[in-house]
Structure formats: structure tokens, C-alpha cells
């Protein structure tokens, strides 16, 4: 079976562009989470969805949405992007939402603002 | 809000030899779920090994093995018989069950600590 794919691997976008990132979960899980991985640190969560709802979110601005298709792949959007957007953006699926269910990530996107 | 705190950002380990990586967190509730999680070059977190907060017994799979010290909120990783193949960033992570309002649908990372083999 297929991991969790994510595209593009690598982005490069200037200041004030909008961005687009996209997940595939693997077949039959349900959740989908977003979090954002700056070089030297551990994983920021973003957002969580759940069967096309928003579950949960971090403490990012309104600059970042997402959302939860359908088919529960899902697509970060970023707006008026920043130097300190520049991130590693990790997608994670999981069957359901609660805790005793665990995350599995994709490669994630690499994305660098100039 | 909980923390994970690793205290060692980089380790290093001969070959076939045992090294325990070290993980604190602090958290106001009872039941919830530790992780590690190993970051290899190629990006991806690959889950190493989980332990449920209200078993007693450490968990163990295959070469990696976990001393959970619930009440000292301590969580350390011991990799044995190491391999070039273990050479990666670690990290530590916490997730509420949500029994007790808090949330469960993110995880909380430490900072990491990158370990190096040495043949």
C-alpha cells in the first residue's frame, strides 16, 4: 500500500506569493494533520482534519489554511508568505482522530521564500 | 500546555554498541501517549515505538526499548546493538488522550537529538 505522498517535494516562492501544498493519505485513513518543520526543530502542528472538519489548530495566523477533500486528501494553503515561512511542511494521516491512533507521515514539502 | 524537552541535541554510538537517548516532559495530565519518532536524512518520521502513559511496562520492539518514569515524567529511548542504519534525528513526542479536555490531535515534539554510528 502507498504511503502518505505529498507534493511538490521542493517549492521555492518569493514574499508575498500565495502557496499550495498537497497530501494524500493512505487508503482508509480518515485524518489528516499539517504540521511545520523549521530547520533545527522539532514539528509545529498546524492543523488537524477529520472527515472533511477541522479538528484542531495550532498557533499559526490566518495566513494558513487548510482543507479536507471528499476523497480525505487534503491542501495547505499559505498566503502572503514570509521569509520565516521557509519550512520543511510535514503531512500526517492517521484511521481516526484520537490519541491512541498513530500518525504516519509522508516525505514532506520543502519550501524556501526569498 | 505541554513540553517536551530533550537535553541532548547531538549523541554518538559505536556500532553494535547501546545508547539511550533522553526525553523530559511536562504535562498536568494522566493519560496520554509518548512517541519516538526517527528523522533520516530522506525526510520522513518513521515511529520507532509508543507507549500508553497508563501501562506500567515499558515497551519494547526488537532493538529499541523505552524507560517510561511516570512519575519523574521521563521517557528514554535505548537503542541496542546500533547500527550505521539507527544514524538519524530523534525525536520525542507527546499526545494527550483527551479524557481530560486536553487535545488530542496534535502532537508535541522536542527539539531532537542527532545521533551518529560510528563503524
Known amino acids: 500500500d502507498a504511503g502518505v505522498t505529498q507534493s511538490p517535494t521542493h517549492l521555492i516562492k518569493t514574499r508575498g506569493q500565495h502557496v499550495t501544498l498537497r497530501c494524500s493519505p493512505i487508503s482508509g485513513h480518515k485524518s489528516v494533520s499539517w504540521y511545520q518543520q523549521v530547520l533545527g526543530q522539532g514539528p509545529q502542528f498546524i492543523f488537524q482534519?477529520?472527515?472533511?472538519?477541522?479538528?484542531g489548530r495550532g498557533n499559526f495566523p490566518d495566513r494558513f489554511s487548510a482543507r479536507q477533500f471528499p476523497n480525505y486528501s487534503s491542501e495547505l494553503n499559505v498566503n502572503a508568505l514570509l521569509l520565516g515561512d521557509s519550512a520543511l511542511y510535514l503531512c500526517?494521516?492517521?484511521?481516526?482522530?484520537?490519541?491512541?491512533?498513530?500518525?504516519?507521515f509522508g516525505n514532506g514539502t520543502r519550501l524556501t521564500v526569498t | 500546555a505541554q513540553t517536551v524537552t530533550q537535553s541532548q541535541p547531538e549523541m554518538s554510538v559505536q556500532e553494535a554498541e547501546t545508547v539511550t537517548l533522553s526525553c523530559t516532559y511536562d504535562t498536568s495530565e494522566s493519560d496520554y501517549y509518548l512517541f519516538w519518532y526517527k528523522q533520516p536524512p530522506s525526510r520522513q518520521m518513521i515511529l520507532v515505538i509508543r507507549?500508553?502513559?497508563?501501562?506500567?511496562q515499558n515497551a519494547t520492539e526488537n532493538r529499541f526499548s523505552v524507560n517510561f518514569q511516570k512519575a519523574a515524567k521521563s521517557f528514554s529511548l535505548k537503542i541496542s546493538d546500533s547500527q550505521l542504519g539507527d544514524a538519524a534525528m530523534y525525536f520525542c513526542?507527546?499526545?494527550?488522550?483527551?479524557?481530560?479536555?486536553?487535545?488530542?490531535?496534535?502532537?508535541?515534539f522536542g527539539k531532537g537529538t542527532l545521533l551518529t554510528v560510528n563503524p
Open positions: 507507549q500508553e502513559a497508563y501501562k506500567q
Open positions: 500526517a494521516s492517521s484511521l481516526t482522530f484520537r490519541g491512541n491512533s498513530p500518525l504516519h
Open positions: 513526542a507527546y499526545r494527550s488522550a483527551g479524557n481530560s479536555g486536553g487535545s488530542n490531535y496534535k502532537l508535541t
Open positions: 482534519y477529520y472527515e472533511k472538519e477541522e479538528r
